[in-house]
């Protein structure tokens, strides 16, 4: 079992920044990639950011040049860097993490989500 649990999120006003952590823990084996996706009131989950074990990054259409996606492999962490929010961003922020266990069965854990909401 794979957990990840998210921290960072909050109401912040139009313009401002917000940065989002998660971890995984349990029964790492090996992380191949790590993502954030959100989903709005009523909206489909979309993809945010993801980026690999090696550090190639993707980003969701709306967020580039906005938001930034890191990670720490030695602390099985990642981050997301929102800034220049909009109201637009007021979503559910969940972490997905993608590998395999120590037992070599793979995983694909999520987390619980944060919520973050941009006033305007």
């Known amino acids: 079992q794979v957990q990840l649990v998210e921290s960072g999120g909050g109401l912040v006003q139009a313009g401002g920044s917000l940065r989002l952590s998660c971890v995984a823990s349990g029964s790492i084996g090996r992380i191949y990639n790590m993502a954030w996706y959100r989903q709005a009131p009523g909206k489909q989950r979309d993809l945010v950011a993801t980026?690999?074990?090696?550090?190639?990054?993707s980003y969701g259409d709306s967020v580039k040049g906005r938001f930034a996606i890191s990670s720490d492999n030695a602390k099985n962490t990642v981050y997301l860097q929102m800034n220049s929010l909009i109201p637009e961003d007021t979503a559910i922020y969940s972490c997905?993490?993608?590998?395999?266990?120590?037992?070599?069965?793979?995983?694909?854990?999520w987390g619980q989500g944060t919520q973050v909401t941009v006033a305007s």
């Open positions: 980026i690999s074990s090696g550090g190639n990054t």
């Open positions: 997905y993490s993608g590998g395999i266990t120590r037992r070599l069965t793979q995983f694909n854990s």
